[in-house]
């Protein structure tokens, strides 16, 4: 499987974040829940091995409080 030079990753609660990887096809993959020390190794491996990160929690929230903006009309 060929994948993309691209991680994604989200905080799920104070101490865990969860990871995305996006295969060649195009959509994305849930790769794995980190803790916070997990996901600073994680971060700089992918850095040193030329990959795009980026933190997607503040686009995360925003989608969540706008899908719970519709439910509540």
Do not use: H
């Amino acid at each position: 499987m060929v994948y993309y030079k691209r991680m994604a990753y989200c905080q799920i609660d104070k101490t865990k974040y969860v990871t995305y990887i996006f295969p060649i096809w195009g959509q994305y993959m849930r790769y794995k829940i980190l803790t916070q020390q997990e996901l600073e190794v994680a971060l700089n491996k992918c850095k040193l091995a030329g990959w795009k990160v980026s933190n997607i929690t503040k686009l995360s929230n925003k989608m969540l409080e706008i899908k719970s903006q519709r439910t509540r009309r």
